[in-house]
């Protein structure tokens, strides 16, 4: 059975928590105490609100969970720690020098940075990227007001420019951006609109090189406890977990 250690208490730890079978969450962080505490009882985890002690709990893996700060905070800790981790707040890799140390590390150390495909599809055959000539890649992130913090009357752009920049002004919001960004192997071009006529997070994604030319539109139900993250980001780590132990490895 692999244990994990799971930092951050919220919306997506607990999707995770509640599908947990060949893997068991067997400690938890928060920074809010008594969602800690909460969440420990409910899923048999022991809780921590001291980050170290956390850490040197005996687990195979931690799960980031939580946010871009956390993410920053406490990635490289981990790896040096000598665990695998996983990061659903990409937006923390956008800092090119921070992320370049982190897979040092991580290659020194012979650790694994995990990052979920989240709210997207399509991140496997987009590492052609990397390897072939790409002309176009743009992300179109539209979502309801509701899902931004804000509020609004009409379809309005809040951004456009490169993912590293948008991520940074919209971190609860646009983690996928950098997903595509290290898959695709450049800082891709991102525009985020607000619309009060959608009621889905949808990823629209126009990619065109060498290979041809695709476009992929994701349509995802918010999540029911944080409207800022898909459903879809759950599940998605929800299943790299379930996979970790399987020998049969798909679309990689
Ligand atoms: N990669 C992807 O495709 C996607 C990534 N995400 C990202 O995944 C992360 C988790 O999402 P979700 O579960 O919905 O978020 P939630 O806000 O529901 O849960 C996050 C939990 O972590 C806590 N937390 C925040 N910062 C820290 C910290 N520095 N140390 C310890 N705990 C902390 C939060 O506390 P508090 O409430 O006080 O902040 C909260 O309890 C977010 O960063 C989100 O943006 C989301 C969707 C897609
Ligand atoms: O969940 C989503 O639709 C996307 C998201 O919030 C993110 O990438 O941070």
Known sequence: MITVGLLGCGNIGRVIAAGQENFKITAVYDVVPARVEEFAREFDAKPFSDFSAFLAEPTDIIVEAASVVAATEHAQEVLESGKDIVIMSVGALADK?????????????????HIPSGAVMGLDNIRIGQISRVDKFVL??????????REATERTQLFAGKAHDCVRQYPKNTNVAESLSIACGRDVDVELWMDPEEDRNMHEIFFEGEFGEAYIRIRNLPSPDNPATSYLAALSILTLLKNLDNPLVIGA
Do not use: Q
């Open 140 to 149: 179109r992130t539209t979502k309801n007001p509701k899902s931004l913090s």
């Open 97 to 113: 020098e921070f992320r370049a140390h982190l897979v040092e590390t991580a290659r020194e150390l012979k650790r694994k940075i």
